[in-house]
């Protein structure tokens, strides 16, 4: 959430590939476990509340001057997904845990609890099918409205106070937004915790009977998080230290997501009379420039 909203574009793009893995992976792997009958409507519940996590994320990006279309793509595949998990965990009591071993006590526990989920779940739900539906329909009408259109006679549906630009300095409507999809999110983690998963929790310890739980034990559901959040800090460290950048128009000696090392050492070669010559994409190498002059050194 962070680096969504605080960051450049190259750490954007780096903090929802982390959450489109890590979703992705978990969408699958919780329908597959549901069709096999081995979750129940609690745990599938959180699953899908920590899916629906993404919406705060979601209201930054539908704020975006030109939201990028592979995180558009990203939240349309998580609404589906969350849309079939959300179908069969309410579908019946007995269909999601028809080959779990649950006792009855825990089994009334989960039915007598589900009103207070789907009251929690609903609202989030609502939320990120409305800002899907929002931001493709935009991306239609915009995308017809400027085809074969140079960028500068382009005309958008959406008016300029409702959008920031991210290569854009900070502004109070760019802060507003970000508070605002901070806000969601934190709301979104309160209602997971102290609504669903506490509101559980203080049912079953007013049974008589005791009951072992798993929850906080290590499983799929907290092994890959782990390491996607790990190979995202280090994809976003990368950014941050050693991403080469691309020079912005009319400023050759600047560039637009440029890692602090990366740019510590360009300049330390220009000052040595080197710079860096971009040979593709992703490659630069080291050439030696000689200036009008005579003298060497070029800063490009």
């Keep these: 959430m962070l680096l969504y909203a605080l960051g450049d574009y190259n750490l954007g793009t780096a903090a929802v590939a982390q959450l489109g893995i890590l979703n992705i992976v978990l969408h699958i792997i919780n329908i597959i476990y549901t069709f096999k009958g081995l979750l129940d409507q609690y745990i599938l519940a ?7 996590l993404t919406t705060g994320l979601q209201v930054i990006h539908v704020c975006k001057f030109e939201p990028d279309k592979h995180q558009r793509g990203f939240y349309l595949v998580n609404l589906l997904f969350t849309t079939i998990e959300i179908a069969v965990a309410f579908r019946s009591s007995t269909f999601v845990d028809r080959n779990e071993d649950i006792c009855s006590g825990l089994q009334d526990a989960i039915v007598t609890t589900e009103r207070e989920r789907i009251k929690c779940i609903t609202p ?5 099918s409305v800002l899907v539906v929002f931001d493709f329909t935009v991306a239609i009408i915009d995308r017809r409205r400027n085809k074969n259109l140079e960028f500068r006679k382009r005309r958008y549906i959406r008016p300029r106070w409702l ?5 854009k300095p900070w502004s109070l409507k ?12 934190i709301l ?3 209602v997971l915790e102290v609504f669903i998963i506490g509101e559980f929790h203080r049912y079953v310890d007013g049974l008589s009977a005791g009951f072992y739980s798993l929850e906080n034990e ?3 559901g907290q092994s890959i998080p782990f390491a996607v959040a790990l190979s995202g800090i280090l994809f976003s460290l990368r950014s941050w230290v050693i991403q080469p950048g691309r020079p912005l128009k ?3 000696d600047v560039r637009y997501g440029e890692g602090w090392l990366h740019s510590a050492a360009r300049n330390w070669l220009n000052a040595k009379g080197v710079s860096f010559v971009t040979v593709s994409n992703n490659q630069v190498v080291p050439t030696r420039n000689t200036r ?8 490009i």
């Design 46 to 52: 959180i699953l899908v509340m920590q899916a629906l």
């Design 250 to 252: 009319g400023k050759p």
């Design 124 to 128: 989030f739900y609502a939320l990120c």
């Design 163 to 167: 959008t920031w630009m991210v290569t």
């Design 292 to 299: 009008m002059d005579g003298g060497e050194g070029l800063l």
């Design 218 to 220: 290590w499983s799929y």
């Design 188 to 190: 979104s983690v309160i």
């Design 174 to 185: 760019r802060v507003l937004f970000c508070l605002s999809g901070s806000i969601v999110w």
